[in-house]
């Protein structure tokens, strides 16, 4: 499975964009890119996830570069809220055998300041 | 529609002691796994199946067991609690096959402490 580098922290000031880069240069053409958050000690939750193309729902927008070799998950407008480590995540598509394990890196803790 | 389920939230085991923590979701997702996650650390696949009857090792299986004999329900077992058992649990689904590119749902925890 192809491996990801985050940064170990970031700030960003509430009400700014928050840009959390992520590294997957060993990524191959059936696998995803997938963006989690875990706000302090809750289970992690799902963001936002993108084969090629960039993508955006409620929660954030992701950009994958041409060749796939990285990504950068954007919250447009963080809030204390959105405080939390964000782990980004490379998994198989459906019909892998791989496709039901997904492994966490360390990721990265995104400190929203007032 | 109550999701990912786990029972119990907190438990205080003494080491050698065995228990079973329960993870049900009523999503019928094919996928389920199990996590753990000590103090300030990330968290580390024990196991995982991709369907009823089908497990497999994660990154840490070594002192747990588990089984998939239905879709809704994925228990992992520990046989011999030991300290280094102390952790957080954390359970999570997602459809699987040709529909595996969907977000994984993750359950709320159960906090073990061995003594």
């Known amino acids: 499975d192809a491996k990801t580098t985050q940064p170990p922290s970031m700030d960003c000031a509430e009400g700014r964009a928050a840009n959390l880069p992520c590294n997957h240069s060993?990524?191959?053409?059936?696998?995803?890119v997938y963006w989690y958050r875990q706000i302090h000690s809750q289970g992690p939750q799902y963001i936002i996830h993108?084969?090629?193309n960039n993508e955006t729902n409620e929660m954030a927008s992701l950009i994958i570069t041409e060749d796939r070799k990285s990504s950068t998950l954007i919250l447009p407008h963080a809030t204390l809220r959105d405080t939390a480590v964000y782990y980004c995540?490379?998994?198989?598509?459906?019909?892998?055998?791989?496709?039901?394990?997904?492994?966490f890196g360390q990721g990265t803790t995104l400190q929203v300041k007032p | 529609n109550a999701g990912v389920t786990q029972t119990p939230k907190f438990q205080v085991l003494k080491t050698g002691q065995s228990m079973t923590l329960q993870c049900a979701q009523d999503?019928?997702?094919?996928?389920m796994s199990w996590y753990r996650q000590d103090p300030g650390m990330g968290l580390r696949l024990i196991h995982y199946?991709?369907?009823?009857?089908?497990?497999d090792q994660g990154e840490v299986p070594n002192g747990y067991n588990v089984s998939r004999s239905t879709t809704e329900d994925f228990p992992l077992r520990l046989l011999s609690a030991a300290p280094s058992q102390t952790s957080v649990y954390f359970c999570?689904?997602?459809?699987?096959?040709?529909?595996?590119?969907?977000?994984?749902?993750f359950g709320s925890g159960t906090r073990l402490t061995v003594v």
């Open positions: 999570a689904s997602t459809v699987g096959g040709g529909q595996g590119a969907v977000g994984y749902t």
């Open positions: 060993t990524i191959s053409g059936n696998e995803y």
């Open positions: 993108g084969l090629k």
């Open positions: 995540i490379v998994r198989p598509r459906g019909g892998s055998s791989n496709t039901g394990k997904l492994i």
């Open positions: 999503m019928n997702h094919e996928y």
């Open positions: 199946s991709v369907g009823a009857g089908i497990t």
